[in-house]
C-alpha cells in the first residue's frame, strides 16, 4: 500500500512563506510524477504545481513567480516552497502521485490527507 503523508502547514501572515512536505511510503519502485492540488470550502480542488520525475515542472496561473515545486526522486518527496503568500493562497492543500509502482502494485494516483495553509493578520 501506498500512503502519502503531507507536513509543513500552518498559519503565516500575507507577505510570509511556508514550505510544504510530502513524502511518500510504500515498496515503490517508481513515480510518474507528484503535486500540489488545493482547494477551499464550496470549490473546485485546483491544480498548484506538478514536477515529472524527469524535472519537468507546471504550475498554476495564480502562484507562478511565487511558489517552487521541487522533489528528491530518491526518497519519493516534493517539496513547495510558497512565498509572497496571500490571504487567496489559503486552503488545503493536497499532495498527489501519478502512475506509483510498487512491487506488487501499479496505482494510476494517489492522494494525501491534506495539510491547512492559513494566511492572515
Known amino acids: 500500500q501506498v500512503q502519502l503523508v503531507e507536513s509543513g502547514g500552518g498559519l503565516v501572515e500575507p507577505g510570509g512563506s511556508l514550505r510544504l512536505s510530502c513524502a511518500a511510503s510504500?515498496?515503490?519502485?517508481?513515480?510518474?510524477?507528484m503535486g500540489w492540488y488545493r482547494q477551499t470550502p464550496g470549490k473546485q480542488r485546483e491544480m498548484v504545481a506538478g514536477?515529472?520525475?524527469?524535472?519537468?515542472?507546471v504550475y498554476g496561473d495564480s502562484v507562478k513567480g511565487r511558489f517552487t515545486i521541487s522533489g528528491d526522486n530518491a526518497k519519493n518527496t516534493v517539496f513547495l516552497q510558497m512565498n509572497m503568500l496571500k490571504p487567496d493562497d489559503t486552503a488545503v492543500y493536497y499532495c498527489?502521485?501519478?502512475?506509483?509502482?510498487?512491487?506488487?502494485?501499479?496505482?494510476?494516483?494517489?492522494w494525501g490527507q491534506g495539510t491547512l495553509v492559513t494566511v492572515s493578520s
Open positions: 498527489n502521485a501519478v502512475r506509483v509502482v510498487t512491487s506488487t502494485s501499479d496505482y494510476p494516483e494517489v
Open positions: 510504500g515498496s515503490i519502485t517508481s513515480i510518474n510524477a
Open positions: 514536477i515529472t520525475s524527469g524535472g519537468s515542472t
